[in-house]
């Protein structure tokens, strides 16, 4: 993670608008950034229920051109990107020598590169472990006069079809015609815009990449819409947590492994059988539950919320883990939480304790995610 | 009945030997939507300074100490099944607990409404 007290905060190309809108703003991944307009809980019921843009333009947009950059990209990546047809996207993790997860990142094959979204915090690492890796053929450009939107809820489709967003070619399709972990390039009038649909709330909707002078033109248009309300970044963290979708830093990092992370299904099945990216031996070693810890869900037994940072005890009150990320779900209207708990305790059901201020909380690991997706999947033939 | 207040932003109402402590609407609305109040036990000997409750938001926990030294007499049940009303109703139905006062001379060093809105506008 980043320290934010030692550098100076930079401004989202949005800043104004926020401000404008009443945000309240707080250092975060290096960035002066929205962390509530009206009040959490009322823009994470809002998503839910209609549509919410937020401004992610903290995160890292990466471009990697060369015919080797998905052969290159999988030697230290365990998704099969190589495999990865055009317009379609994958969830993967960005993996250290010995497989310790130093990012998790969205990666798009647009046709003609290699399209890399990856976490605000850890983006000049990843850029420069990226061009440590990366062969000289293969050649690497951070977007950073790109701004990054993203509407998410189940009127983001209905809303942003208000747009007029053409193909950037005739006869290819407009944004909505989208299912789940596709993108393409569009216009808006005169803006080219990547839109992706995808998220990180667990709801329908889009990401989408504006250049940083063309960024608040679209915000504004968005947030006109009836269905559509700026959200901060304090509603996307509980969004996120009720997907069961794990936060960079906080739910896993560098001393961490994939399987650990219970992000099992980010290990495709051909790269496990090839066992050639970084740290394979040892992340595989692990595969499929021979790990010691696992991160699961937490219902938290009663009204007080557990949070990062509180241990998990066994029967005399010895730590065996840790709670990683721990709130209170607007949706189901309680407390929820993620921790790592031994294996043995990570069926669903168990009952474990955690500690916090000197207080045992009763907990059950439960199923994530703890509200279900909502994503606009293609459907199976 | 007088009341004062910390620059930890809570506030204390004074009746006899009697104090009800809260938290300012301010504080109420810096935290956001207040999800749940963990309260002192009846009995609790709190001395200035002391954790006396934890306020959580649907984002995180904030402790509120104890602006005077007492014992605590009562607490407010209704947190506990309504901890909005502390959102609702910060600077009175959303009060968090009662205290003996053992020490009046503690209530020297707070801040009467004028100088604890100035400290807020000077924040």
């Known amino acids: 993670m980043s320290d934010d007290k030692t550098e100076t905060l930079k401004k989202l190309p949005l800043d104004s608008w926020h401000r404008g809108l009443g945000a309240r703003m707080v250092p975060f991944a290096g960035y002066e950034m929205p962390v509530q307009f009206e009040g959490v809980m009322a823009e994470h019921l809002w998503t839910r229920d209609n549509a919410g843009l937020f401004d992610v333009s903290h995160m890292g947009q990466v471009q990697l051109d060369g015919e080797g950059a998905a052969d290159a990209l999988e030697a230290i990546v365990p998704g099969n990107i190589s495999a990865l047809g055009a317009g379609k996207i994958r969830y993967t993790l960005l993996l250290a ?28 690492d990843d850029i420069a472990y990226l061009n440590a890796q990366l062969p000289s053929d293969v050649t690497l450009s951070h977007m950073e006069d790109s701004a990054l939107l993203a509407l998410q809820g189940p009127k983001a489709s209905e809303a942003l079809a208000k747009l007029n967003i053409s193909p950037m070619q005739p006869g290819w399709p407009v ?64 969004l996120r947590l009720e997907a069961g979708l794990p936060l960079y830093g906080h739910d896993m990092d560098a001393h961490v492994l994939p399987v ?8 495709s099945k051909a790269r496990r059988e090839e066992g050639n990216f970084a740290g394979a031996e040892r992340v595989l070693a692990q595969y499929p539950d021979k790990a010691d810890k696992k991160r699961v869900g937490l219902f938290v037994n009663g009204r007080q919320p557990i949070r990062e940072g509180a241990s998990v005890v066994d029967t005399d009150g010895n730590g065996i883990g840790a709670v990683t990320s721990g709130g209170f779900s607007p949706t189901l209207q309680k407390p929820i939480a993620m921790a790592y708990v031994p294996t043995a305790l990570a069926e669903t059901g168990t009952e474990i304790t955690v500690e916090q201020r000197g207080k045992a909380i009763s907990c059950t690991v439960a199923d994530m995610p703890f509200v279900p997706h909502n994503y606009h999947r293609k459907p199976k033939l | 009945m007088s009341r ?22 301010y504080a109420q ?70 205290v003996t006062l053992s020490d009046k001379s503690e209530l020297d060093d707070l801040m009467d409404e004028k100088a604890y809105k100035a400290f807020v506008d000077g924040l």
Request: glycine letters at 10%; one cysteine or more.
């Open chain 2, 29 to 98: 609305e810096q935290l956001g939507d207040i999800v749940f109040v963990e309260t002192p036990e009846t009995g609790a000997e709190l001395a200035q300074g002391d954790d006396a409750a934890v306020v959580e938001s649907v984002k995180a926990a904030s402790d509120v100490y104890a602006a005077v030294s007492g014992t605590v007499v009562e607490v407010n049940d209704a947190l506990e099944d309504e901890p909005a009303l502390v959102n609702s109703s910060a600077e009175e139905d959303g009060w968090f607990f009662r």
């Open chain 1, 175 to 238: 944004p909505t015609d989208l299912y789940f972990m596709e993108a393409g390039p569009f216009m808006w009038g005169d803006i080219p815009l990547g839109i992706s649909r995808s998220g990180y709330t667990g709801e329908d909707g889009f990401e989408i990449s504006v250049p940083a002078e063309h960024a608040e033109k679209l915000a504004a248009a968005l947030c006109a819409l009836e269905e559509v309300k700026p959200i901060g970044l304090g509603a996307r963290d509980s």
């Open chain 1, 97 to 124: 020598q010995d497989g310790g997860i130093l990012d998790d990142l969205m990666v798009t094959n647009t046709g003609r590169n290699l399209y890399l979204v990856v976490n605000g915090a850890t983006k000049h």
């Open chain 2, 4 to 25: 004062y207040y910390t620059d930890e932003h809570e506030w204390v109402d004074v009746e006899g030997e009697t104090a009800t402590v809260g938290i300012t609407d």
């Open chain 1, 260 to 267: 650990e992370a219970n992000l099992n299904f980010a290990l």
